[in-house]
């Protein structure tokens, strides 16, 4: 469908390299990359990390949907990932649009752009992509000539601040949704393109799974809330649904991970052991949008390794999901492939471990092969009564037990991580956290006998997200924040007897009000973002580079002529009453069960694990048709039967 060009530019790019920083991002090439035949192809996706090569390349999502998509005949997908401003500014001298690492073909040249969003701190990436790729920013702007713009990821489960720049959004797993999408484009080019880009974006809109957001009208009340969204067209559904995959063996991506030719932030093999977590902590948004807790079987993720290994030589695997420890089977997961890769010396790494899963000799397998690293605990609330109402059901004995053990077994270093910020949290919460780290350092200390060990707290600023229990919380301002956390730094750093064996280490509460606004905004945060990118924002997610004052003075400039503010988006708690901007895109959570966990945090109540007790009705099972997935199946990772095929 589009008309522009698609020839590739490396020619012109080739003669920029030269000026510009790591150059190497630029070229592809990479191990299991994949250049399929152009012509030969109907539909052509360009698929974008919107950040820089070194953070997008590892991005298992674009990695798995890559290569979803260049395995269906007839179809393609190349990469795309954020330039950096010294490459931009040479490209928009030199008239060198976005392009593809894999054939350096023009993004405009393609069908579709596909972008996953796992923060929204990438909106203003987009938009550099977008222009420099020739797309007209806005979606009603754009013709048949030009690709759809597809945003997915975590993010897209409240597209609403990027409505007027994507032509529509995807919710949910990806894999069996881009090859639906592809099958609705395919047919309508081969139809002749009938209708035009309206068409086939009704189409999408109609299948229920695509959220299109140019076919519904946003009403606002005189106060400046949401009265409703509704469908401007017929077909249209109310509501759009997220997608789920279910059996994850049958989806055994990426078979051929890339192999990064430039340093990226990780240089390992991963493979996803499960993917939701109904653990049920009440901020994260990433546990409750993935639910239900559907786990790869042991053979399976024992297959994956080996091929994965074979295929790319990466010297350590990482075994991820939301909390990896959780895996039913994670012992004799961490056993067998310690024991199967014992001579080839390849490392395992958890990279999210729940404390109450961890235990020491799941810890000694998986360094068995590798180094010992430090060890990360996230206990996330300081006071046990603030892990009640973020319903982190972790005791600090059980904590301290855990980690002692681990400083008793040889580690010297601990890291633990919380959150500042949480729903009803004072001040005394957030300074019992220097009291655990001083249990840990005197704990440890008697556990392994040696004065030299270490805890590092590290903490970030809490943001109450989209389709959790705490979309209703007011956030806590910056400034006090900041205030909370100078608190604690002082009695940490005032402690003689420890404060010398306690790191600490935390981001001041500005960047948390952006994404704050960025992740509960509605359509009229997007003139914000708009005028950020205008006024050079780029790469928010790096601090460098992150300019609080451009988005407040961006905010006072937008927002006013709609009556709202960014502490109306932030620190404002919403009521029950309340229509809020991504009600019409169904995670499958019911509102009123969200609502009365909501009510239990206050009354610091805690709620069990669906997986070991009965299901408590989060709503998600019934209204998606999908069911918890674990194990044990009782099968064992050995005797290999993959080598060599
Ligand atoms: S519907 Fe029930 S079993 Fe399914 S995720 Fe929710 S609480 Fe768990």
């Not at 949401?226 to 055994?252: C, F, Q, Y």
């Not at 606004?517 to 945060?525: A, F, K, T, Y």
Request: glycine share 10%.
């Amino acid at each position: 469908m589009p008309v522009e060009s698609a020839a590739s530019v490396f020619p012109q790019l080739e003669a920029l390299l030269p000026h510009v920083q790591k150059p190497i991002q630029y070229v592809g090439g990479e191990l299991n990359s994949t250049v399929k035949p152009w012509e030969e192809c109907e539909v052509r996706w360009a698929l974008m990390y919107p950040d820089a090569y070194e953070v997008g390349l590892p991005n298992q999502g674009v990695m798995i949907l890559y290569e979803v998509l260049n395995e269906r005949d007839g179809v393609l997908a190349e990469r795309t990932y954020s330039v950096w401003p010294d490459l931009e500014k040479l490209m928009r001298e030199h008239e060198v649009p976005q392009f593809t690492v894999d054939s350096h073909r023009p993004v405009g040249a393609f069908d579709l752009f596909g972008l996953s969003f796992s923060t929204e701190l990438g909106y203003t990436n987009m938009l550099a992509a977008l222009d420099l790729a020739g797309i007209p920013l806005e979606a009603a702007d754009r013709t048949v000539a030009h690709p759809l713009v597809v945003a997915g990821g975590h993010a897209a489960f409240n597209p609403e601040p990027v409505a007027d720049f994507i032509d529509c959004a995807v919710i949910g797993d990806g894999e069996q949704a881009v090859l639906e999408i592809t099958d609705v484009v395919r047919a309508w080019k081969a139809e002749g393109m009938p209708g035009g880009r309206d068409e086939v974006l009704l189409r999408l809109a109609k299948t229920g799974g695509v959220y299109v957001p140019r076919f519904y009208d946003v009403e606002y009340l005189p106060d400046g809330r949401i009265a409703r969204t509704v469908p401007n067209r017929s077909g249209v559904p109310w509501r759009v649904s997220k997608h789920t995959v279910m059996d994850l063996d049958e989806w055994p991506y990426p078979k051929q991970p890339l192999v990064p030719l430039a340093e990226t932030v990780h240089e390992r093999m991963s493979v996803e052991i499960f993917r939701g977590c109904t653990r049920g902590c009440r901020f994260c948004q990433a546990g409750m949008i993935t639910r239900p807790v559907r786990e790869r079987s042991i053979t399976g993720i024992g297959d994956m390794v080996e091929k994965g290994l074979r295929a790319t030589g990466f010297e350590e695997v990482g075994l991820l999901s939301l909390s990896s420890a959780d895996h039913s089977e994670i012992g004799d997961v961490a056993k067998g492939l310690a024991d199967r890769y014992e001579e080839e010396k390849i490392g395992l790494s958890l990279p999210s471990t729940r404390v109450d899963a961890f235990n020491v000799d799941l810890a000694n397998e998986l360094t068995r092969n590798g180094r010992r690293s430090g060890l990360t605990f996230a206990p996330e609330g300081g006071s046990e009564r603030m892990r009640k109402v973020i319903n982190k059901m972790v005791s600090e004995e059980d904590l301290i037990r855990t980690v002692s053990t681990a400083y008793g077994n040889g580690w010297r270093q601990v890291k633990l991580y919380f959150m500042c910020g949480l729903p009803t949290e004072t001040d005394e919460d957030v300074l019992q956290i220097a009291d655990m780290a001083t249990r840990v350092i005197a704990e440890g200390r008697a556990a392994s006998g040696r004065s030299d060990i270490r805890a590092t707290v590290s903490i970030g600023g809490f943001v109450p997200k989209p389709h959790t229990p705490f979309q209703w919380a007011p956030q806590l301002s910056p400034e006090d924040t900041d205030a909370r956390l100078a608190k604690l730094r002082d009695k940490i750093r005032g402690d003689k007897k420890y404060g010398r064996s306690i790191g600490f280490r935390y981001h001041d509460g500005k960047p948390g009000i952006v994404e704050g606004l960025l992740s509960r905004g509605d359509r009229r945060v997007g003139a914000v973002i708009r005028a950020v990118y205008e006024d050079g924002g780029r790469f928010d997610g790096w601090r460098e580079y992150f300019s609080y004052d451009r988005w407040m003075a961006c905010a006072e400039k937008t927002l006013p002529a709609f009556g709202v503010d960014v502490d109306w988006y932030t620190t404002r708690e919403r009521s029950y009453e309340e229509v809020l901007p991504w009600d019409h895109l169904d995670s499958g959570l019911d509102k009123d069960w969200l609502w009365e966990d909501w009510q239990d945090a206050l009354d610091e109540t805690e709620v069990e694990d669906c997986r070991w007790t009965p299901c408590f009705d989060c709503g998600v099972c019934p209204s998606m048709q999908t069911e918890i997935q674990i194990g044990p199946t009782g099968r064992k990772l050995l005797p290999l039967s993959v080598a060599g095929k």
